[in-house]
């Protein structure tokens, strides 16, 4: 076996394992800013004279051009939703990061503003960081954010719109009496980041700021009455140790019953709530579902979220420092996720631009309880063009079909799968536990008793190039009737070398009693966006074909399993391109 493929990628994972290692060992308590990304100072100001569009996406979230990262502060005010973002205007690369700010009426058509903040002032010189928006009571919108001061600290400061009647808000000022927030006793300044939207409840503002303290992920608590001076509680609401710096946390209510989101600030008998925690180490997020004790400043997960790293993810693939907010015009809970590149930086330079945002997506808790459901937000379809349908097509063993008749690179994919029995699945071996790595052992082309069964996306003409997504069920143990395995798996999708190209993979926790399962998938030229079961596991993949490009590229529904598999229904579109970040006149 030629194994010269792998060397690099090895050669990085145990570079990676030893810097995890370190990390964990050391208590990076010295007053040093931790290092959010790796930096290239060679390249931070090189500004892009050409855009290459190979890769660029037709409907997801980009600026024309550079670097972005993480989604920041997302609201609705006066008509306008508002996305701030990580940016560099000066490169494709981390660094010079501003909060850029898109404004749209619709969550897909966004026009670009001027950035709403930029480091100007002692409390934010070195960098302006990550952070969220709460609209307080008299529809007054305030930004909180991380800024790096002059000392090299992390410290949380608010901004405020120069005139709160442009609904644009197209200039922000931060008032001198920042920082609002400073690390006190007992609080790494160089892990202290990222805070929360916050919420409202007797007499009091709360909001969380992640941090780390040695080994320990922090979820710190304050409290304020005037949203100025804050008070940091006596403990942390959450904190789990061994799981590294946490960034970007993420602390709201969800319905126990039913599909509608909810304020921040609602409490309740019919509540629940969600922390979400994004883990530098790792660069993935984890979440939970459990109570919040207001009365206690405590919040304790339910013993059905696993409470660490192999907990509960939003996304399985290239999805990190999420953030969400409530719509209060449809009355539902959005949520953003940044999806990173997977190629080299040498080539983000050459093509002029790096970073996507996921397409946005409305989360709500499962009729189960155990986790949420996330689907893309309804305006997407807007987008929707030619169509092609299917229904009642079997797919046997090594049988694949091809989707013909739209734009294969450029499309939405809606299907539901179904099998007459799963009397032949291979028993799971229970030992286990990692869904990737199983995914990498037992790939698409590896035939299985129920499955590898789903689609082939971006698919060159000879198959040399393509992305499959895909399900494989097994039987379960007396616990769980039948085990699914869900994948993305980039390790065909390209010719090019030196790429990322990870088997992403998670479990479907699905009743599969009805003898059927769905899948849909957004197709968007670089990124392959999937959904299972309706929501219930979600995987992003960032892709690069070299083939498989524009006009090239195909579609197929393939089955590799012994058990037939029918497409009892399968619609496809084309999708459109919206207005994206074209400057607001």
Known sequence: MDVSWFLPKLSALVCYLLLVIAALNSGGENGAVEARHRIYPEYQTLHAVTVKQAHRTGYHFQPPKHWINDPNGPMHYNGWYHLFYQYNPKGAVWGNIVWAHSVSKDLINWQALPPAISPSKPFDINGCWSGSATVLPGNRPVILYTGIDTKNRQVQNYAIPANASDPYLREWTKPDDNPIVNPGSGVNASAFRDPTTAWFEDGHWKILVGGRVKRRGMAYLYSSRDFVHWTQAKHPLHSVRNTGMWECPDFFPVLKSGANGLDTSVLGQGVKHVLKVSLDLTRYEYYTVGTYHPNEDKYVPDNTSVDGWSGLRYDYGNFYASKTFFDPVKNRRILWGWANESDAVESDVQKGWAGIQAIPRKIWLDSNGKQLLQWPVEELEKLRGRNVHMSSVKLNKSENVEIKGITAAQADVDVVFSFSSLDGAEQFDSSRVNAQDLCSERGSGVPGNVGPFGLLTLVSEHLEEFTPVFF?????????????????????????????????????????????????????????????????????SRVYPTLALFDKARLFAFNNGTETITIETLDAWSMSRPVMNQALI
Do not use: W
């Open 472 to 540: 494989r069920i097994f039987k379960g143990n007396d616990q769980e009737k039948h085990k699914v395995l869900m994948c993305s798996d980039a390790r065909s999708s390209s010719l090019k070398s030196g790429l990322y190209k990870p088997s992403f993979a998670g479990f479907v926790d699905v009743d599969l009693s009805d003898g059927k399962i769905s899948l849909g998938t957004l197709i968007d030229h670089s990124v392959v966006e999937s959904f299972g079961a309706g929501g219930k596991t979600c995987i992003t």
